[in-house]
C-alpha cells in the first residue's frame, strides 16, 4: 500500500499521526542505546518501504516509582532484559502509558498514586520496539495539562507516536499501516464514565469502510478476573459503533475474553511493566498480536509472567503457557474457548461478512 500525498493531507488535517518503522539498533549488554529517528517518508519512498505485517498490544506500562528505582540502579533495558526486543521493521508495539512524563520530574513516593516518569526512561521503551502509547488512562493528567502535552512532546521526540485521551478528541486515534491494510486505533477513556459516541460516531466515518477499527480502551473495574456489567454494556456500543477490535486496559489483571456480535473482546491485557507485587494475577499479563486481512482477524495470545524477577516480564512456554491459557479459557466464551486454549483466534471479520454471535471460531 502507499501513503499517498492524499493520504498525509487528510490525516494532517484530521490530525492524525502516522508513523512509518525504520530498524533500531540496541547494544542492551552495555546498556546503551542507540536507534535511528523515524520519519515519515516521501511519497515516492513510501513506496519503497515494507511495512509491518502485524500490531502487538500490550498493557499497562509504569516506568516510575519502584520501576524508576529499578532502571535507576540497573540501566536502561534492565526491565526489557527478558523480552525479545520488537522490530518495527514488521510489527507495530501499542502500549498503555500509565503515567505523565512532565519536564519537572517528580519521582512518585511509594504508596502514591500521581505518577510522574523521568523522561530519560522514554528512550529504552522506544529502543525496546513500542512505536505506539495510549494517553486515555487516568494517570495522563498527573502532572496537569502542561504535564499531559510535555508528555505527548517528550514521547514525539524519542519516536514514540502518542494518541488517545480522556476525551474523545483530534488526538484520540492513530492511523497505522500494515501490509495491504489500513488499521485505525482509538485511544479510549471509560473508567466511571463513557465515551462520547455521538462523537466518535463522527470520527469513525471519516474512514473508509474497509478500514480496520480498533478501540484500544481504558476501563473497568480493577483486580478482578472478569469483566462487569457495565463495561459489556459500553463494549456492545462501541460494537454497534462499528469497531472490528476491543481491547481494554486498566484492572492491572487479565480479564475473560468475548466475542459481541461476531466482534472480539479482550476486557483486559493486565500489567506488563508495573510496580505491583501484591499477588499472581498483577504480575501475570497478555500481549494480543493482530493480523488483519481483508476478510478475518487474526489474535495470538501471548502471556507473559513477572513472578519470578520483579518488573521483568518474560513471555510463557510450554506447561506454564497452558496453563495460563486454559484458566483464561474457562472465564470467557463458551464458544471461544478451544481457540483460547490453541493461543490463537481467527475470526472472520464482521464488517466484511456481516455475521452474528453464532459466528464459528476457525483454528
Not at 532502571?71 to 498503555?96: I, W
Not at 488517545?164 to 471509560?190: C, H, K, N, P, W
Not at 475474553?257 to 506488563?272: C, Q
Not at 470467557?332 to 490453541?342: D, F, R, T, V, Y
Request: aromatic share 8%.
Amino acid at each position: 500500500m502507499r501513503l499517498t500525498l492524499l493520504t498525509l493531507l487528510i490525516c494532517c488535517v484530521a490530525g492524525i499521526t502516522l508513523l512509518s518503522p525504520i530498524s533500531k539498533q540496541v547494544s542492551w549488554s552495555t546498556g546503551s542505546i542507540d536507534f535511528a529517528s523515524r520519519a515519515l517518508p516521501s511519497e515516492s519512498a513510501a513506496a519503497e518501504v515494507q511495512l509491518p505485517k502485524r500490531i502487538i498490544f500490550l498493557g499497562d506500562v509504569f516506568l516510575g516509582r519502584r520501576v524508576e528505582q529499578l532502571l535507576d540502579s540497573n540501566g536502561a533495558a534492565y526491565v526489557y532484559a527478558r523480552v525479545p526486543a520488537f522490530s518495527t521493521a514488521t510489527e507495530y508495539v501499542v502500549a498503555n502509558f500509565e503515567a505523565s512524563a512532565p519536564r519537572v520530574h517528580l519521582p512518585t513516593p511509594e504508596m502514591r498514586f500521581r505518577f510522574s516518569v523521568d523522561q530519560m526512561h522514554l528512550e529504552g521503551l522506544s529502543a525496546f520496539g513500542v512505536t505506539h502509547v495510549s494517553l486515555g488512562n487516568n494517570h495522563s493528567y498527573d502532572a496537569g495539562s502542561v504535564g499531559y502535552h510535555e508528555t505527548r512532546e517528550a514521547l514525539s521526540r524519542e519516536g514514540i507516536v502518542p494518541f488517545g485521551d480522556q476525551v474523545v478528541s483530534t488526538t484520540t486515534e492513530t492511523l497505522l499501516f500494515l501490509e495491504g491494510q489500513e488499521v485505525v486505533i482509538f485511544g479510549l477513556y471509560a473508567v466511571n464514565t463513557a465515551p462520547d459516541y455521538n462523537l466518535l460516531r463522527s470520527r469513525l466515518s471519516a474512514y473508509a469502510t474497509d478500514t480496520y477499527s480498533v478501540a484500544y480502551i481504558h476501563w473497568g473495574t480493577e483486580y478482578v478476573p472478569v469483566h462487569t456489567a457495565a463495561v459489556e454494556d459500553t463494549a456492545r456500543q462501541l460494537v454497534d459503533l462499528g469497531f472490528d477490535l476491543i481491547v481494554g486496559h486498566h484492572p492491572h489483571v487479565v480479564q475473560d475474553i468475548d466475542l459481541i456480535a461476531g466482534v472480539p473482546v479482550v476486557y483486559s491485557l493486565g500489567n506488563f511493566i508495573f510496580d505491583q507485587y501484591f499477588s499472581a494475577p498483577v504480575q501475570e499479563g497478555l500481549a494480543l498480536a493482530l493480523s488483519v486481512s481483508a476478510t478475518s482477524t487474526e489474535l495470538t495470545l501471548l502471556p507473559h509472567t513477572s513472578l519470578d524477577a520483579r518488573s521483568q516480564p518474560r513471555y510463557l512456554q510450554g506447561e506454564e503457557k497452558q496453563v495460563f491459557l486454559d484458566a483464561l479459557a474457562v472465564r470467557s466464551s463458551a464458544m471461544l474457548q478451544p481457540a483460547i486454549q490453541g493461543g490463537r483466534l481467527l475470526l472472520p471479520r464482521t464488517a466484511v461478512a456481516n455475521i452474528s454471535q453464532s459466528t464459528s471460531i476457525a483454528e
